[in-house]
């Protein structure tokens, strides 16, 4: 069974740091891309970033690059999402998500979508402060 959940969330003011964490069982990440989705209140939910744990390429929303950093911990079965520089605008609340790879060599292509992922943690909220 594959099992996700999200770690970390919290308030901080704009220009802080932090760092969120999802833990995984039940898969091999050589088998998974996994990825970070955020949720504002009335807003759709929305890819904010990815990793293919397989070959450590990443995948990030033009509104977070530069500022966050994914990274695999495979040993841990755990996937990190660094958020340095946050913005109100970033206030969401955070989901990771899991999605076999079929073909690797396409996985750019649907990476930062949420009809991609099939399985999916429970969120964590971000708030950000001004």
């Known amino acids: 069974e594959v099992q996700l959940q999200a770690f970390g969330g919290g308030s901080v003011q704009a220009g802080g740091s932090l760092r969120l964490s999802c833990a995984a069982s039940?898969?091999?990440?050589?088998?998974?891309?996994i990825a970070w989705f955020r949720q504002a209140p009335g807003k759709e939910r929305e890819g904010v970033s990815a990793i293919t744990s397989r070959d450590g390429t990443t995948y990030y929303d033009e509104s977070v690059k530069g500022r966050f950093s994914i990274s695999a911990d495979n040993a841990k079965n755990t996937v990190y999402l660094q958020m340095n520089s946050l913005k109100p605008e970033d206030t969401a609340d955070y989901f990771c998500?899991?999605?076999?790879?079929?073909?690797?060599?396409?996985?750019?292509?649907?990476?930062?979508?949420?009809?991609?992922?099939?399985?999916w943690g429970q969120g964590t909220q971000v708030t950000v402060s001004s």
């Open positions: 998500a899991a999605s076999s790879i079929g073909n690797p060599m396409t996985v750019k292509l649907w990476a930062l979508y949420q009809c991609s992922y099939h399985d």
């Open positions: 039940g898969f091999s990440f050589d088998d998974y891309a």
